[in-house]
Each structure stands twice: as C-alpha cells, then as structure tokens.
T-cell receptor, first 115, second 117 residues
Framework: AQSVTQLDSHVSVSEGTPVLLRCNYSSSYSPSLFWYVQHPNKGLQLLLKYTSAATLVKGINGFEAEFKKSETSFHLTKPSAHMSDAAEYFCVVSGPNSGNTPLVFGKGTRLSVIA | ETGVTQTPRHLVMGMTNKKSLKCEQHLGHNAMYWYKQSAKKPLELMFVYNFKEQTENNSVPSRFSPECPNSSHLFLHLHTLQPEDSALYLC????????????????FGPGTRLTVL
C-alpha cells in the first residue's frame, strides 16, 4: 500500500525568500514520486518527477526536490519565491513503472507569496 | 496547453437533470481517468480506462456513469445527482506500458466545475 503525507496545509512566504513544501511517503516498493501544481481554476500541471534515477530532481519554474529514502521524504524547494508561484501543490506517489498502479495524491499544500 | 481538453468548463444542474461531461486527449495516450476534487479533500480517483476497458471503479455511486468510446475520448454521464456531488471534475490521460522512462505520469485537463442545486 502507498500513501503520501503533506505536512503543511498552508505555507506563506515573502517574495524572494526560499520555499520549502514538505512531503513524506510510504510505499511497499520503490516508488515513483511527483509534484504537481494547480493554479486557481486550472487543472494540475506536472512540476517534476522522481523515477529512481538521480535523487535530486530539477523541475520547471526553478523548483527542485530531493528523494531521501532514509527519511522517506520528497520535499519541494525553490531558492526564491515569485508571486506567480502562489498555487496549490500536490505530492503524489505511484507504484512500479509501466503498471496500472494508480497515483495516490496528498491533500495539498497551499502556497501564498506575500509581496 | 496540456493536450487534454474538457467541456463544459462550468455546469450548473438540478438534481433531476441528466448531463454529460466530455474529455478529449490529443497526446496519443492509452489510459484515461476521472477524478473528483472537492474542497479540503484529497483528489479522489473515480474511474480508470486502460485501452478503452474500465480497469478501476472506486466505489463510485451509479449516478455517475463513464463511457470511453475510443482511446481519445472519455465521458462522464450524470443523472439524479446530489448537492454533495458539487466539485471540480478532472480528466487525465497517460501512457501505460513498457517504457524506458516508465512512469505513468498523468496529464490533466482544466476540469469542469459542477454545481448541483
């Protein structure tokens, strides 16, 4: 069984300061992990994904995440927040590749960016 | 542009109405999904179609009826809905099968905002 826990339901940062969105996962096997972003009234857009290659994954818009197996974490970071980063962020875990294992979504973290 | 389109974007219906949501993907994928997104709840997977065959139905009430006529189109037929069914309904698609990259990354449409009165 797989699950994902997003530790913060809401994070607020000032523009230009670092962003940290925390995610812990549980999986019976080597997981694939994703971060998706959802802007208001929009669908979900893939930010980045981890697929058992490099543990530090770079995504779009300056975001990156590090897979830490010992901590079962996949936290999302960005060095400097921009106003356009304000959105809902979802951490997602999936099963082995090519399978039909559905994605399991976290409850989401709402990121607010203050000018 | 994600390559997944959904119509209508907004829908208001009464509890006795019958309506359908439509999803179309232009990405050459072979799997399509319906999700329900309610306020303050995790995204809920409703249905999965793999090569046009329904492979998953997560205990969804029968008032929701999916249809997948081909690998590019997916419908969600609605009838006698309840106010608690008001939500954002998201469609997604992915490629399932052997792949060197191999993960079933899903591409989402913009959603249909459904309000049931």
């Amino acid at each position: 069984a797989q699950s994902v826990t997003q530790l913060d339901s809401h994070v607020s940062v000032s523009e230009g300061t670092p962003v940290l969105l925390r995610c812990n996962y549980s999986s019976s096997y080597s997981p694939s992990l994703f971060w998706y972003v959802q802007h208001p009234n929009k669908g979900l857009q893939l930010l980045l994904k981890y697929t058992s290659a490099a543990t530090l994954v770079k995504g779009i818009n300056g975001f990156e995440a590090e897979f830490k197996k010992s901590e079962t974490s996949f936290h999302l970071t960005k060095p400097s927040a921009h106003m356009s980063d304000a959105a809902e962020y979802f951490c997602v875990v999936s099963g082995p590749n090519s399978g039909n294992t559905p994605l399991v979504f976290g409850k989401g973290t709402r990121l607010s960016v203050i000018a | 542009e994600t390559g997944v389109t959904q119509t209508p974007r907004h829908l208001v219906m009464g509890m006795t109405n019958k309506k359908s949501l439509k999803c179309e993907q232009h990405l050459g994928h072979n799997a399509m999904y319906w999700y329900k997104q309610s306020a303050k709840k995790p995204l809920e997977l409703m249905f999965v179609y793999n090569f046009k065959e329904q492979t998953e139905n997560n205990s969804v009430p029968s008032r929701f009826s999916p249809e997948c006529p081909n690998s590019s189109h997916l419908f969600l037929h609605l009838h006698t809905l309840q106010p608690e069914d008001s939500a954002l309904y998201l469609c997604a698609s992915s490629h399932l099968g052997r792949s060197a990259r191999g993960v079933n990354e899903q591409f989402f449409g913009p959603g249909t905002r459904l309000t049931v009165l």
